[in-house]
């Protein structure tokens, strides 16, 4: 489920937008000013913020600049009435993903939302048939479960995504994989059939290496 921070300090539209949200399954932390804002993302990890600008304490474009200054690259819409160029500007400036201008459709916030999720999505997840491999946590998914791999077969998961479509030799394998303690081939092949066990089309071609397959 995805979790959403909303900072919003007008009542009535936090309530339709937490009602409307929950309804699409996201699951929605709501504060009414810039200090709880930011109180809340020492405490939680988000995959989303919906920012007001004009709220007490610390305003919307202040706090995302901190966050962003601190590292913090959790996807930020601002929600404001702030309509002028210069305000545009200055969202994007400070790091903001989109920017919507009150009042708005709430169909059309959830487009942006989603298309949003999605550009996140396709950038830190690569699929491999039934797999899915998380390239930030480095963890691979069949059908959404979560399959354990060890170290080894994590980085030539990673080698092989990389250099999806072409060949990578076992001895290029072998370099790669050979830090502080040396692999034999026999224990690379041992490797190479664990990762076909759980399904992972791992080509060989003889004599040469190994791949997987474009599609």
Do not use: C, W
């Not at 966050?67 to 969202?91: C, M, N, P, Q, Y």
């Not at 491999?133 to 059908?143: A, G, M, R, V």
């Not at 190479?192 to 474009?214: C, D, E, H, M, W």
């Amino acid at each position: 489920m995805k979790k959403i921070l909303l900072l919003e300090d007008d009542e009535i539209l936090s309530e339709t937008l937490i009602e409307l949200l929950e309804a699409e399954g996201f699951s929605l932390t709501h504060v009414k000013d810039g200090q709880e804002a930011l109180d809340a993302t020492f405490v939680s990890q988000y995959d989303l913020m919906l920012l007001d600008v004009n709220v007490p304490f610390i305003n919307g474009f202040e706090l995302l600049k901190e966050l962003r200054e601190a590292g913090d690259k959790t996807v930020a819409i601002f929600l404001t009435a702030l309509t002028d160029i210069d305000s545009l500007a200055h969202g994007f400036e400070i790091g903001a993903d989109d920017y919507i201008k009150k009042p708005f459709d709430f169909d059309e916030l959830l487009v942006r939302i989603k298309a949003l999720f999605k550009k996140q999505y396709s950038g830190n997840k690569v699929e491999i048939g039934d797999f899915i491999f998380d390239t930030q946590s480095e963890e691979l998914y069949k059908n959404g479960k979560f399959i354990k791999l060890t170290p080894y077969e994590t980085t030539i998961t990673k080698i092989l995504l990389k250099n999806r479509g072409n060949t990578i030799s076992k001895y290029e394998l072998l370099d790669l994989l050979n830090e502080g303690e040396e692999m034999s081939e026999g224990a690379l092949r041992v490797h190479i059939n664990s990762l076909r066990k759980i399904g992972l089309p791992v080509i060989t071609i003889r004599g040469v290496g190994y791949r997987f397959a474009k599609s």
